[in-house]
């Protein structure tokens, strides 16, 4: 999946993810992401998952908190892990997000960036 954002759309909607069971589940997500609005000083998700279908209870989000790095937080805000260092607005940047159940990942352009 590649996303193209642009001021005034800074996300992708679409249906649940009936897959998508439980946050403690082991799972990957990666995204291409080109956003202007990396550090805007506000939180803005980019790519999220929620479950269980049809009514979710818990989610995992990608996006940045407003500091210029890639976050992942869960449901309610919770932050799971950030990038450690600053991505640049208006640059594509492949972003993968791996949990095996234990750990969480976060690679940033193929990059291991945080565990």
């Known amino acids: 999946m590649a996303i193209q954002c642009v001021s005034g759309d800074i996300h992708l909607t679409s249906g649940n993810s009936p897959g998508f069971t439980d946050a403690t589940d082991p799972f990957s997500i990666t995204v291409w992401v080109n956003s202007p609005n990396w550090s805007t000083g506000t939180s803005q998700s980019f790519v ?7 009514t979710p209870s818990t989610a ?7 500091a210029g790095l890639v976050d992942c937080w869960t449901w309610g805000g919770g932050l799971l892990i950030s990038s450690s ?12 997000y791996t949990f095996d159940g234990a750990s969480h990942r976060l690679y940033v352009n193929g990059i291991l960036s945080n565990t």
């Open 48 to 54: 999220g998952l929620y479950g269980p279908f049809p």
């Open 60 to 66: 995992i989000q990608i996006g940045t908190r407003g």
């Open 85 to 96: 260092s600053v991505v640049q607005n208006s640059q594509w940047h492949y972003i993968a």
